[in-house]
């Protein structure tokens, strides 16, 4: 009997942190941010990215390889928090109310929200103007929870470009979004255009489980050291053109 139980409760350890093996770094990740991460490759099936090129470099300092886990945006601190991933890089802003539930690195990239509308619309110029629009934003995001103090018609997609999409087709009248990847987005988007208004700088973070010192510590030794021997520097100039 004895025996039994300690199987069973191996195979529940197994059920939440199962196929992570100790050389490995489990990253991750929603796909849908460019230059942050998005898909790519010659298959078009590899995540590709800022944070994935720093999330490499970490494992490497570590001595491990990378695994990336592609997901939705707002299951990411779910996967976490069951053991599922070992760290988050995912352009993820590190907020008060995140930070009850994960712990953050040191700051990695400074980032705003930016307010998206159709180029010929010429109604929404100031913050004040948000006011009651319909709102586009990915769902989880800080654009989310900013856009639902503006107004209560906010409707949510598992991507910005589908956000943006939703502008484009004039179902809502502007979209919230993180500056880099709203830019990087518009750039294939003519019928859009972007403005920067008085909105607070946010901060992007790796997150990783409450508790796991030893990892944010390491992760935080790794930044520090990508910044000091400017290898930060040269991924900026490599995805942020
Ligand atoms: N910075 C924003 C946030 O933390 C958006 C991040 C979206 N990231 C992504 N990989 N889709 O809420």
């Given at each position: 009997?004895?025996?039994i ?13 199962c ?135 906010v ?42 208004m ?21 992760v ?22």
């Amino acid at each position: 009997m004895k025996k039994i139980i300690t199987v069973l409760s191996l195979a529940l350890v197994c059920l939440s942190g199962c196929g992570k093996q100790a050389n490995e770094l489990v990253v991750g990740t929603n796909a849908t941010f460019p230059p942050f991460e998005y898909m790519g490759g010659t298959g078009g099936d590899e995540v590709k990215g800022f944070d994935i090129d720093i999330a490499r470099q970490i494992a490497k300092d570590a001595g491990k390889t990378l695994r990336v886990e592609n997901m939705n945006f707002d299951a990411l601190i779910v996967a976490l928090n069951s053991g599922k991933i070992d760290m988050i890089a995912a352009g993820m802003t590190i907020t008060p109310e995140r930070e009850k539930t994960v712990s953050f690195s040191t700051p990695y990239y400074e980032a705003t929200q930016v307010v998206i509308t159709r180029k010929d619309d010429n109604r929404i110029t100031q913050i004040s103007d948000l006011k009651d629009k319909k709102i586009a934003v990915q769902l989880g995001t800080t654009g989310d929870v900013m856009a639902k103090d503006f107004s209560q018609q906010v409707v949510a997609f598992n991507s910005g470009f589908e956000a943006l999409m939703e502008l484009k087709n004039g179902r809502v009248d502007l979209v919230l979004f993180d500056s880099a990847p709203a830019a990087h987005h518009l750039a294939k988007n003519r019928q859009l255009k972007m403005q920067q208004m008085d909105f607070k700088p946010e901060y992007y973070g790796l997150a990783m489980a409450k508790g796991n010192d030893a990892l944010v510590r390491q992760v935080d030794a790794s930044l520090a050291k990508m910044q000091a021997d400017g290898q930060l520097d040269t991924l900026l100039d490599k995805y942020m053109k």
